[in-house]
T-cell receptor, first 110, second 111 residues
Framework: QKEVEQDPGPLSVPEGAIVSLNCTYS??????FMWYRQYSRKGPELLMY????GNKEDGRFTAQVDKSSKYISLFIRDSQPSDSATYLC??????????FGKGTKLSVKP | DSGVTQTPKHLITATGQRVTLRCSPR?????VYWYQQSLDQGLQFLIQ???????AKGNILERFSAQQFPDLHSELNLSSLELGDSALYFC??????????FGPGTRLTVL
């Protein structure tokens, strides 16, 4: 079993839809949970990070962590064509190197 | 723009050769991380340096090595290159170890 599992998609939604992206993980010692967005041929861009369990909101983005289920989610409200990208979840222990999911490719159609 | 710079953007080389990838972290960031991204493996952590010292190692091959210089820029050296080393190589920097900011990457093609 891989440490971090993420459905690769692709996921295609109409503009304005609510998007739900998810990852599961196996290592209960993970403490920090991140979401990155990566446009084609670009470097990953940090969207949000959360420490331990709970929710965090930033504009149209909401990150949720459920440590009891080893499950994290990213919700995108009022999705826009500019949100079309690959979304990567990442996790770390306290020392910092990140373990990434393989990414979910999202396409938002106008 | 993350503030992390990487050179070169593209590298095309032959099997058996050696290349050097360069990274300049964001101003004030002491930690530099190197990652490899391939289609089948995704983003894989290679190595971390903190203020010139090696801090953590991931799945880095013995043919690969890195260092961080006093001005905090870092170099990743890849030697005896094989076809399977073709990938995107990213550098990231951070001040607090979990909010890592990635550079634009170097695309390495080994022919």
């Amino acid at each position: 079993q891989k440490e971090v599992e993420q459905d690769p998609g692709p996921l295609s939604v109409p503009e304005g839809a609510i998007v739900s992206l998810n990852c599961t993980y196996s290592n209960s010692a993970f403490q920090y949970f991140m979401w990155y967005r990566q446009y084609s041929r670009k470097g990953p861009e940090l969207l949000m990070y959360t420490y331990s369990s709970g929710n965090k909101e930033d504009g149209r983005f909401t990150a949720q962590v459920d440590k009891s289920s080893k499950y994290i989610s990213l919700f995108i409200r009022d999705s826009q064509p500019s949100d079309s990208a690959t979304y990567l979840c990442a996790m770390s222990l306290s020392q910092g190197n990140l373990i990434f999911g393989k990414g979910t490719k999202l396409s938002v159609k106008p | 723009d993350s503030g992390v710079t990487q050179t070169p953007k593209h590298l095309i080389t032959a099997t058996g050769q050696r290349v050097t990838l360069r990274c300049s972290p964001r101003s004030g960031d002491l930690s530099v991380y190197w990652y490899q991204q391939s289609l089948d493996q995704g983003l894989q952590f290679l190595i971390q340096y903190y203020n010139g010292e090696e801090r953590a190692k991931g799945n880095i091959l013995e043919r690969f090595s890195a260092q961080q210089f006093p001005d905090l820029h870092s170099e990743l050296n890849l030697s005896s290159l094989e076809l399977g080393d073709s990938a995107l190589y990213f550098c990231a920097s951070s001040v607090d170890s979990y909010t890592q900011y990635f550079g634009p990457g170097t695309r390495l093609t080994v022919l």
